[in-house]
């Protein structure tokens, strides 16, 4: 099997974390290039712009988009524009029409377009689902709380329009919350804390219901130190299922199901390389909709200041 040529646009913290120890894994990928006015990767041909990587590598067919979302959409326009296949790094777009407008163009040009979500490729999610398909969702109660400095020090982006804040972990339980409930919800109220001076929240709590009576409480908050916390327990009327370290163990009533290792990125790129090799479209909007509904619905807090 002959690789594809893949360049990562945005060479930050979950670039090197993820994106490129996951291609270097998957035999379906190599690492051609990159885009970045810092530094790229050692090694690997870098570009200052996507525009100059897609002039002077015409032969490359493939980029994955890891720069903050407000950027992402001119970006992935541009080589989806040129005919190469993209995969966006969550969440897939500042806006909801951006990322409709991609999903149009893509279909138009006939590549690529993967909207990911890293969360639900965590080892015990598939389960999850399966387990909770033959039952009825009662209740669930999602707690995702971690410290913003150790996840993305320095990085003033993520406090801009945009940038979705606390809804930039936050939108990975909306991801498992999603992909596991056999009948969809919807957000029926939210509480948002804002930092003073700060144009996203740092905290929220939404609450969800569904039209079966089922329930959803979802409590997010960047302000916590030492460990951190990626909890979803599910009630339902045959037991109760505990999803942990975002996803990575499953528990049904106490009794531990699965337990392993973070594999989320790997999992991304075996999908995206089906992707590519059928030029299909897997874009799934039910989770930036939940957030977009969150912020239309909710309540806005003044918080004191918070500095990173």
């Given at each position: 099997?002959?690789?594809?040529?893949?360049a990562i646009?945005g060479?930050?913290?979950i670039?090197?974390?993820?994106h490129?120890?996951?291609i270097?894994k998957n035999?379906?990928?190599?690492?051609?290039a990159?885009?970045?006015?810092h530094?790229?990767?050692?090694g690997v041909?870098?570009?200052?712009?996507?525009e100059e990587?897609?002039e002077q590598?015409?032969d490359?067919p493939?980029?994955?988009l890891c720069?903050?979302?407000q950027?992402r959409?001119?970006?992935a326009?541009?080589?989806?524009?040129?005919?190469?296949?993209?995969?966006?790094?969550?969440?897939p777009?500042?806006?909801?029409a951006e990322?409709?407008?991609?999903v149009e163009?893509?279909?138009?040009?006939?590549?690529?377009?993967?909207?990911?979500?890293?969360s639900?490729?965590?080892?015990?999610?598939?389960?999850?689902?399966?387990?909770?398909?033959?039952?009825?969702?009662?209740?669930a109660?999602?707690t995702?709380?971690?410290?913003?400095?150790?996840?993305h020090?320095?990085?003033?982006?993520i406090?801009?329009p945009?940038?979705?804040?606390v809804?930039?972990?936050?939108?990975?339980a909306?991801s498992?919350?999603?992909e596991?409930?056999?009948?969809?919800v919807?957000?029926?109220?939210?509480e948002?804390?804002?930092?003073?001076g700060?144009?996203?929240?740092?905290?929220a709590?939404?609450?969800?219901?569904?039209?079966?009576g089922e329930?959803?409480?979802a409590?997010?908050?960047w302000?916590?130190t030492?460990?951190?916390?990626?909890?979803i327990?599910?009630?339902?009327n045959d037991g109760t299922l505990?999803?942990?370290s975002g996803g990575?163990?499953?528990?049904?009533?106490?009794?531990v199901?699965?337990q392993?290792?973070?594999?989320?990125?790997?999992?991304i790129?075996?999908?995206?390389?089906?992707l590519?090799a059928e030029?299909?479209i897997d874009?799934?909007?039910?989770?930036l909709?939940?957030?977009a509904d969150?912020?239309?619905?909710?309540r806005?807090?003044?918080?004191?200041?918070f500095?990173?």
């Amino acid at each position: 099997m002959t690789a594809t040529d893949i360049a990562i646009v945005g060479v930050g913290k979950i670039a090197r974390d993820q994106h490129v120890p996951s291609i270097t894994k998957n035999d379906a990928f190599r690492l051609a290039a990159t885009v970045s006015r810092h530094s790229g990767v050692e090694g690997v041909e870098n570009f200052a712009t996507i525009e100059e990587l897609l002039e002077q590598r015409p032969d490359l067919p493939a980029v994955a988009l890891c720069m903050p979302p407000q950027n992402r959409f001119d970006a992935a326009w541009t080589a989806i524009k040129a005919g190469r296949h993209v995969l966006l790094e969550k969440p897939p777009g500042a806006t909801i029409a951006e990322v409709q407008a991609l999903v149009e163009a893509a279909r138009d040009k006939g590549v690529a377009l993967f909207a990911t979500w890293h969360s639900r490729y965590a080892a015990a999610v598939p389960s999850a689902k399966a387990w909770l398909a033959k039952r009825q969702v009662q209740s669930a109660r999602i707690t995702w709380k971690e410290d913003v400095r150790r996840w993305h020090p320095g990085q003033e982006w993520i406090w801009q329009p945009g940038g979705l804040g606390v809804f930039d972990p936050g939108i990975n339980a909306l991801s498992i919350l999603t992909e596991i409930v056999p009948h969809p919800v919807r957000v029926t109220s939210a509480e948002l804390e804002f930092p003073e001076g700060r144009d996203a929240p740092i905290g929220a709590q939404l609450q969800f219901a569904g039209a079966n009576g089922e329930t959803v409480s979802a409590d997010f908050d960047w302000r916590q130190t030492g460990p951190q916390t990626w909890d979803i327990d599910v009630l339902t009327n045959d037991g109760t299922l505990k999803l942990s370290s975002g996803g990575a163990e499953m528990t049904v009533d106490g009794k531990v199901v699965i337990q392993e290792a973070d594999s989320e990125y790997d999992g991304i790129y075996a999908r995206f390389a089906t992707l590519v090799a059928e030029r299909a479209i897997d874009v799934d909007l039910a989770p930036l909709v939940h957030v977009a509904d969150a912020f239309m619905l909710g309540r806005r807090i003044a918080v004191d200041a918070f500095d990173m």
